[in-house]
């Protein structure tokens, strides 16, 4: 009896580490699906009509920064291929400090917009990044 017991505990632990394995990495895919959407709202619909009420501007200001926000748009897409990346590495370890990485840069740039631009960046996209790196953290 204290065999399969011992077989259970196991077998319990490593279905809870898979699960915590899938939660982290569905939080680390909803935060590359929202840079993927940033991505498109700021290379493709800036000046549009979701763009404007997505970023509270004019048209006119829309008109004068549409270069920049391409540019930015891109950098959001190298986000999202870098969390992609490190949720479908081979290696978990090395897949893991992709993740991180990533997940941090996230955060950096969440905190710098919050304080550059408006906190709603914070809530928007560091927020969850940050509960990415926790998740990573806690069930590494």
Do not use: D
């Amino acid at each position: 009896a204290k065999h399969e017991k011992r077989g259970t505990n196991k077998r319990l632990k490593s279905n809870y580490s898979f699960n915590m394995l899938i939660l982290t990495n569905v939080i680390v895919c909803l935060v590359a699906v929202l840079h993927f959407y940033f991505l498109i709202l700021e290379m493709f619909l800036w000046t549009k009509p979701a763009g404007l009420r997505a970023f509270r501007q004019s048209l006119e200001k829309a008109q004068a920064s549409k270069v920049l926000a391409a540019n930015q748009g891109l950098y959001n897409g190298f986000l999202t291929v870098g969390l992609l990346w490190g949720v479908c590495h081979p290696s978990a370890e090395f897949g893991l400090q992709i993740k991180i990485f990533f997940l941090l840069c996230v955060v950096a740039a969440g905190v710098f917009g919050a304080y550059s631009v408006s906190r709603r960046i914070l809530y928007v996209q560091a927020l969850p990044a940050f509960v990415g790196l926790a998740l990573l953290f806690l069930f590494r």
